[in-house]
């Protein structure tokens, strides 16, 4: 099973978007996918038209796999299940701690669901906690959405910083540029700009600004389902296609 | 999860119930058809899919495996092809999840035993969100006694509503019908071409030429005639296909073991034999140019595309009359009495100057030649055979693939088993060419019609024109692959020790 946590330290920059659809592919693709919606506010859910689990008392909630394991909801998609947000930030905080810890009742749930998952994809919600420390150690990738503002290049950079002083794999960082609007020349002359300075971690495939990706909301769906065909969706599509790549 | 066979009527359902218990968990319930009409029930001649209480269904370009058996990873009703299927290990190489119908064509073990009519519906229950909780598969088949296929389908972390499916699904049906598919299939299936399969003798040292021609012969030409009922049923171009295959069986053992029958009663049987063969030429070409519908359509600027409908438009019209033709013959009086005939006939046959031999070593010799002489031919081809000359190397081929059939089995020599697959490569290939000849013949002629009428329809001989091009592109292809693994198979090495191989076992 692979960890894949798309974050980023920015708030609305497309993390969930991505993950929803993203999930898609891969469960359409032939792989057993959960999809983890740790963002208390529940937007991955609310795509898949999933409702938040009854608030669960945090503390038994990661310390009884069971409870863990039943909390997990089938999709209307084969292949794909979802986790749906149950979580306020505190509890968050609480995840992640217990993800470090190596001998966790956490670590022994996620073990359960092992077995049954190709692609666990982690719906992280915009924190600049100390925590994500955590995340990125048992991650093996960390999809970045990188929206090629004037802002981006400094997010971009601490996290990089943020990897270099904690000792983590630089490596495991993946992003991608997202919400790109071809017409402006401030997004195109960003693009090329860090390109040129972090070409490494860059993916070549981007995601534009779309209006199909904006109505997710209304359908409550991925657009690469109701919106397939379109550029938006074959724009994911790329995006999966190179994903599966470097996984492999 | 849980599925199985009831003896309902769709109709019948008590939906009203199931919408009632439904909204007391606030889940509405909605319908959606599926598929609907016709509805084509696949096996194999064996009912190898039967037997494990699975029913495959064709319908609308989608298959269905449907079964009562979960096997703990897949689900009971499955669309092939966009989800992989379970298909028994048996068949699994044969069935290639591609889109139908070109996906069909390789499975021609498999084959249409009935047609119904039916519907498939999917049952789904909703929350307020559209979620969807659980849902039914529901399959009915149109038949005397109205049967149903059910199977629930769970959706993970909604147990609440899969047990109120299972429960209405308990409620509405007395008793599931066990085994049904293997008793469905059967019915749909008494059919000799599914239930008779006599393999023929295998020869010992001890047999005599006469008694082996005469059993082989017998067997051949009954297998040939258990297809008739199917020809007329129409299910499946595949029972004439069969038909014709094995009177060509028994049209070979007559001819290549000769000396084992008197001479005048063998050559009226073998005329007997052609008659019935050339009266099926017309349909079973009509069936080929069918089944190759698809090479109609490959390839074509889009201008052009809509003269390829009008062809199979023709090509069906044409078939309708040959098969109604065939269909009145084969149900005729007459024809029953030459069939009987026929067998009498075969019973009769009086022993020839041979018939005294020993089996083996008489047509194991005979192999021996016909090698040597496809040695001979294979020696005279240039790199640019003619036509003929690849005619003369397939007729010599067949002959040699139908002894080594006869007189080889159970032999397990690395060169003879390797002789026997080059045989059948090598017939393949020549009969792919042969195909495009007669295919070229045949477009020939169209076109030549088609220029006589008037007034001339101009994108239709267009039409024609184009294909006739694809054809001689196609065959020269074929003619190309011959001589590639002519090259490739016939080396003077392999020749010398194919030909001592076959001498030792004489
Ligand atoms: N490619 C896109 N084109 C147009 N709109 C987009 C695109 N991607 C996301 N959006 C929209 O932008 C908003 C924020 O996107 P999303 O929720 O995916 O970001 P996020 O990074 O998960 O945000 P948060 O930090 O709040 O979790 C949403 O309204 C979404 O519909
Ligand atoms: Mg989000």
């Known amino acids: ?248 | 999860m849980l599925g199985g066979w009831y003896n309902a009527h769709f109709d019948d359902l008590d939906k009203s119930r199931l919408q009632a218990k439904a909204a007391r968990l606030g889940l509405v319930l909605s319908t959606h058809s599926l598929l609907s009409g016709e509805l084509q029930l696949l096996d194999n001649a064996d009912l190898e899919l039967a037997a494990q209480d699975l029913l495959l269904v064709k319908a609308q370009g989608k298959l269905l495996l449907l079964s009562c058996q979960p096997d703990g990873h897949h689900p009971l009703i499955c669309q092939a092809p966009t989800q992989a299927i379970f298909y028994p290990a048996k068949l699994q190489s044969q069935l290639t999840p591609s889109p139908l119908p070109a996906a069909l064509s390789p499975l021609r073990s498999l084959q249409t035993l009935a047609r119904v009519t039916g519907k498939l519906e999917q049952w789904l229950l909703q929350d307020d969100w559209q979620k969807t909780c659980g849902s039914l598969m529901i399959l009915h088949l149109d038949l005397p006694e109205p049967l149903m296929f059910v199977q629930v389908m769970p959706c993970r972390g909604f147990s609440r509503c899969e047990t109120l499916l299972e429960q209405w699904v308990l409620g509405q049906f007395s008793e599931t019908t066990a085994s049904k598919a293997f008793s469905l299939a059967s019915h749909c299936s008494e059919h000799p071409l599914v239930t008779a399969r006599s393999a023929l003798a295998i020869p010992t040292n001890q047999t005599d030429l006469g008694a082996l021609a005469k059993s082989w012969l017998a067997a051949s030409v009954n297998m040939a005639f258990a297809n008739i009922q199917g020809i007329q049923q129409d299910r499946d171009t595949e029972y004439l296909h069969q038909f014709r295959v094995n009177l060509r069986k028994s049209r070979s053992v007559l001819s290549l073991l000769k000396g084992g029958f008197a001479g005048p009663q063998q050559k009226a049987l073998a005329a007997q034999l052609r008659t019935l063969m050339n009266r099926t030429n017309e349909l079973r070409d009509l069936d080929v140019h069918l089944l190759a519908e698809d090479q109609y359509r490959e390839n074509l600027p889009d201008n052009i595309k809509p003269q390829a409908d009008k062809l199979v438009q023709r090509l069906r019209s044409k078939r309708q009359r040959a098969y109604r033709h065939l269909s009145s013959m084969l149900a005729s009086k007459a024809f029953q009495r030459q069939t009987r005939q026929i067998q009498q006939d075969i019973a009769d046959l009086p022993s020839g100057p041979k018939a005294h031999k020993a089996a083996l070593e008489f047509g194991r010799k005979k192999l021996l030649k016909q090698v040597q002489r496809i040695i001979q031919l294979a020696q005279q081809l240039s790199f640019d055979p003619s036509d003929q000359q690849i005619h003369n190397l397939r007729l010599a081929c067949k002959k040699a693939r139908y002894l080594a059939e006869f007189f080889l089995p159970g032999l397990t020599g690395k060169t003879i088993l390797h002789l026997a697959k080059t045989l059948k490569k090598l017939t393949t290939l020549l009969g792919d060419f042969n195909d495009q000849c007669v295919q070229q013949q045949e477009l020939n002629s169209w076109l030549l019609q088609e220029q006589q009428q008037v007034p001339s329809d101009h994108s239709y001989i267009a039409y024609l024109q184009l294909l006739c091009q694809h054809c001689e592109d196609k065959k020269q292809q074929a003619r190309n692959k011959i001589i590639r693994q002519l090259l490739k198979q016939l080396t003077a090495a392999s020749q010398q020790q194919l030909l001592n191989a076959l001498r030792k076992t004489i």
Request: charged fraction near 25%.
């Open chain 1, 1 to 248: 099973m692979k960890i894949i946590a798309c974050y980023s330290n920015k708030g609305g920059v497309g993390k969930t978007a991505s993950s929803a659809n993203l999930a898609h592919l891969m469960a359409q693709a032939g792989h057993k996918v959960l999809l983890c919606d740790l963002d208390p506010q529940g937007a991955s859910s609310f795509y898949f038209r999933l409702k938040p689990a009854k608030k669960l008392s945090e503390d038994s909630f990661f310390t009884d796999q069971d409870k863990l394991l039943k909390a997990i909801k089938g999709s209307d998609y084969d292949n794909l299940d979802v986790l749906p947000a149950n979580m306020d930030f505190r509890d968050f905080d609480i995840f992640l701690s217990r993800m470090a810890k190596g001998h966790s009742a956490l670590k022994k749930a996620l073990k359960s669901v092992k077995k049954e998952y190709d692609f666990l994809l982690l719906d992280c919600p915009p924190t600049i906690s100390m925590l994500s420390e955590s995340v990125f150690s048992c991650a093996d990738w960390v999809l970045v959405p990188v929206i090629p503002s004037t802002l981006s290049e400094r997010t971009l950079e601490q996290l990089l910083d943020f990897f270099t002083q904690h000792q983590l794999e630089k490596h495991k960082i993946l992003a991608f540029f997202s919400m790109v609007q071809v017409s402006k020349k401030l997004h195109l002359e960003t693009m090329q700009r860090l390109n040129e300075q972090h070409g490494d971690l860059l993916l070549s495939t981007f995601i534009p600004f779309s209006s199909h990706i904006e109505r997710m909301g209304v359908h409550r769906a991925p657009a690469t389902d109701f919106a397939k065909g379109t550029p938006a969706a074959q724009h994911y599509l790329d995006l999966w296609r190179e994903l599966a790549k470097r996984f492999s």
